[in-house]
C-alpha cells in the first residue's frame, strides 16, 4: 500500500426533503448567494421554487444565474465571476449535477483570483483564497457533490481539462433521492456508468496489498449494477435511489483510491470526445472502458481475473486466466447495452477523422514530447488511438 493522506470536509445531508433547510444551512455563512443551476429541469420539478423558498425564509438574498449546459463552458464560469465581483457575492449555492457544480467551483477560484481562472486548469496550481459552495444534487453520476475535482470546457481550441484541489470540495451537499425520480433514461444510465468509472479508474493498478480498497470498490462496483437493475424496472424507487447514491459520492470522494496509484486513462480519453463532440460524458466512458480493457489487460492480467470473478460473477478457473478476463469483459459491456448506453464510438456519430488529433490532445503532444496518460499502463498518443479504433 501506498502513503497517503485523506481529508474530505464536505458535510454530506441525506435524505428525503433535506433540501428544504438550504436556506438555514446557508444562513450562518452568508447573507447573499449566487443560485447557479442548469437548464429548465429544476423550474419543471419545482425543484427552483422550494430553494427560492427556503433562503427567502432564512433571511438569504439569491442572486441567479442559470444557463450551465452539460459539459460546462468557460463563458460562463466568467460571466459568474462578473456577477459575483460587481454583488459582492461570497458564497455559491449550485443546485444540479455535475456540470452545475463544476462551474460553481470555477466560478469559486476565479472571483478571488486577480489573473484568468483558466491559469488554474492549464498549471494546476494551488489556490491560496477560495469561495465557499455548497451543492443540492440532482444527478448522481459524478461525486462532484464532494469530490476535489472541476471540469471545465473551453470553448476557444476545444479543451475539456479538469483541476483538482482540497480547498473547492464543497462545504456541504444535500441529497435526496427522491430528486432523482424526474431523471430521463438516458441520464441515469450516463450516470450509473460514470460512477462505476470512477472505482474502475482507481481500482485496476499494480499496487499490491490493497486489500480493504480492492474489497470495497468491489462491493461498490455491484451495489451499483444490482440497484441499477432495480431501476430499469422501478425508476421511482427510492430505496434503489438511494443506494445509488451514496455508491456515487463514495465512487468519487478520494476514498476508493487511497493508497493505491490510479488509473484515468478512460476518463482522459473521454474528455477528448466530449471536447470535440459534446458527447455525454457517462456516454463517452461506455464506448472507452470496455477497449480501454481490452487493450491493457495483459499489463496485469491477475487484476483483471479479480475483477471478472469478484465483480462480474465470472466461474474463477485457474488453467484460463484469459477466457476469464475476456469474459469479464464482455459482461460489463453487456451491462452497459442492457442499459441503453453506446459501446461504440459510431454510436456517438464518431468517426476516424479526428482520432489521432484528440490522441495527441490527450497526451499534449507537441514537437515530439509528449505527457504519456495511465497509471496501470502508460499510454502514448499512437496507443491511444489503437483504443480509439478498437472503440469504433
Ligand atoms: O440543465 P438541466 O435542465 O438541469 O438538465 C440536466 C442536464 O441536461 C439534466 N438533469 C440533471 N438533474 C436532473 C436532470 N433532468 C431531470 N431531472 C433531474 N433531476 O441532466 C443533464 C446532464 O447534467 P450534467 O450536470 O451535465 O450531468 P453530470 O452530472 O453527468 O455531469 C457531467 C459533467 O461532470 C464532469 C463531466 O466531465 C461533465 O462535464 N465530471 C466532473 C467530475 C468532478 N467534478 O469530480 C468528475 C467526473 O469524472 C466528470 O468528468
Ligand atoms: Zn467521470
Known sequence: MNHFEYENRTRIIFGKERHQIVGELIKPFADKVLFHYGGESIKKSGLYHEVVKSLAAAGVEAVELGGVKPNPRLSLVYEGIRLCREQGIRFILAVGGG???DSAKAIALGVPYDGDVWDYYLTKKQPEQVLDLAAILTLPATGSESSDSSVITNEEGQLKVGYSSYRIRPLFSIMNPELFYTLPENQVAN????????IMERYFTN?????????LCESTLKVIMKNAEILKRDSRNYDAWAEIAFAGTIAHNGLLGLG???DWAC???EHELSAIYDVAHGAGLAVMTPSWMRYVYKTNTNMFVQFAVNVMGVEASFREPECIVREGIDRLERFFVSLGLPVTLTELGIDEINLERMAKK???CKEGEETPIGGFQKLFWKDIVEIYR???
Do not use: F
Not at 450516470?191 to 470512477?198: A, L, N, P, Q, T
Not at 499496487?207 to 474489497?215: E, I, N, Q, S, V
Open 191 to 198: 450516470g450509473i456508468c460514470d460512477m462505476m468509472s470512477h
Open 267 to 269: 476518463h482522459k480519453m
Open 362 to 364: 490527450a497526451t499534449w
Open 260 to 262: 493505491r496509484d490510479q
Open 207 to 215: 499496487t499490491t496489498h490493497t486489500d480493504l480498497t480492492d474489497g
Open 99 to 101: 456540470s452545475v457544480i
Open 390 to 392: 478498437l472503440a469504433m
